[in-house]
């Protein structure tokens, strides 16, 4: 269908969902971004949540801090865009992941609400209601390397002279 290149990390509520709710929807959002030509990466097929009735629980430190340094290190070095899903539904583990995304690495970041208007809406690249609409933006955007530095380069002589001034007046 297109060209794109582009790796798109979908950041979601895990910890208390239902496992199968869950899973039918990230399979369901990962499905339309592969329509749309875009390779996704969902954590709740990366860790296996298995599809039968009941809610997520995490069951030790160790095996969350394995899941979250794993999730950092996708949206690292493998994803080019990040999607928080449902981001109405709350979650201190995707507030973390948007905030790694967006504000230490500044990666293009979609947010998908049902509806309304919030303040998400002048922080994030885009806010969409559907995920046929965030694939569209994705693709048209950052679908390929090209698009992506382009951005990058226009994104960083739009903000970094603001970001080095607000650290400097930090030192007050």
Not at 5 to 15: E, G, L, P, R
Not at 144 to 156: F, S, Y
Request: positive net charge; contains cysteine.
């Amino acid at each position: 269908m297109t060209n794109n290149s582009c790796i798109v990390y979908i950041a979601t509520k895990m910890t208390g969902r239902d496992k199968q709710e869950m899973r039918k929807r990230a399979e369901e959002v990962c499905f339309i971004l592969r329509e749309w030509g875009l390779t996704p990466i969902s954590p709740v097929i990366e860790e296996k949540v298995p599809e039968t009735k009941g809610l997520l629980l995490q069951l030790s430190n160790e095996q969350l801090k394995g899941f979250w340094k794993r999730d950092k290190d996708i949206i690292t070095y493998e994803a080019h865009v990040v999607l928080c899903d449902e981001a109405n539904l709350k979650s201190l583990g995707m507030e973390r992941e948007y905030g790694f995304a967006r504000y230490c690495l500044w990666k293009p970041t979609l947010t998908l609400l049902p509806e309304g208007i919030n303040v998400a809406c002048f922080e994030d690249d885009l806010v969409v209601q559907t995920v046929d609409a965030a694939a569209a933006v994705i693709s048209r955007n950052w679908g390929t390397r090209n698009k992506r530095i382009k951005w990058r380069l226009r994104m960083l002589l739009r903000t970094l002279p603001k970001w080095l001034f607000r650290q400097m007046y930090q030192w007050r």
